[in-house]
C-alpha cells in the first residue's frame, strides 16, 4: 500500500487553524478532507494507492508543507496568485466587482505567473490547481448540488438551466463561491434556520465534494487529470 500525502488549501468545519499545520498522525483529518479522500479515491480501482489528504490549511501554509516534504503533492485556489497581488492588472480587474468570467488568455496569464511565484517556485510539479476555487468542481456538476439538498428544494427549475451556469465553463467563473452562494440562496429553504440556504465553505463544502463524478472532473478540469496522473506515478515508485 503506497501512501500519497495531499496538502489542501481549505477551511474545515471542525479544524481552526494554527501556525501548526496537520500533520499525517494527527487522528481524524476532518470531514473536509476525508470528503477529498473519497473523491480522489475513487479514480483508482484498487488499493494501492492510499490518498491522505491534509486540510485546514491556507494556501501559504500548504505550500510551505509541500516545499518541506518532498513526497507530497499541493492542491490550492489559483485565484491566490493574482489576489495577493492588489496592483496586479488582474486583480484590479476582479476587485471592481464587474468581471464575472475570464477569458482563456486571462486564465493563461494567472497560470505563466504562477511560474515566477515565490510560494510555489521550485515545486510546480507537485502543485495543482482548483480553478479558480475548488467551488468550480460543484459547480461543474449541478445535480451533485441538488442531490444533496434535495429535501429542501423549493425551485423546481433545473439548477443547470440557471443563466449563471447554462452553457458555462465553470474554469473561467471569477468568484464560483459567491455564484454557488447565490444558488443555494435561489433553490433551497434552510428548515432549521427558517431561511434561504447559505454556502459556507466550513460547513457544507465536503457534503458537495465526496459526491463529485471523477471521471466528469478529469474530463472538465485539466489540472484534476494531471493531479490523479501524478498520484498514479508515485504509487508505481
Known sequence: MVTIKIYVEGQSSDYQETKEALTISDPDYSSFAKSFNKLLNSAFDDEKVQVKTISGLGYTCAAKKVKLDSSSLGLIDLDYIYKSDKSDKLSISVSSGKKQFFNTDEINYAREKIKSNNLVKGILDRVFFMVQAMESWILSQPEVITKVYVSQ????????????????????????????????????????????LKYIKGKNAYLFIEKLDIKKLRNDFSDVEMLLNAIKLRSEH
Open 153 to 196: 428544494k423549493i425551485n423546481k427549475e433545473l439548477i443547470s438551466e440557471n443563466p449563471s451556469l447554462k452553457g458555462i465553463n465553470c474554469e473561467t467563473i471569477v468568484n464560483p463561491d459567491e455564484v454557488l452562494d447565490k444558488i443555494l440562496n435561489e433553490y433551497f429553504w434552510d428548515k432549521k434556520k427558517g431561511k434561504k
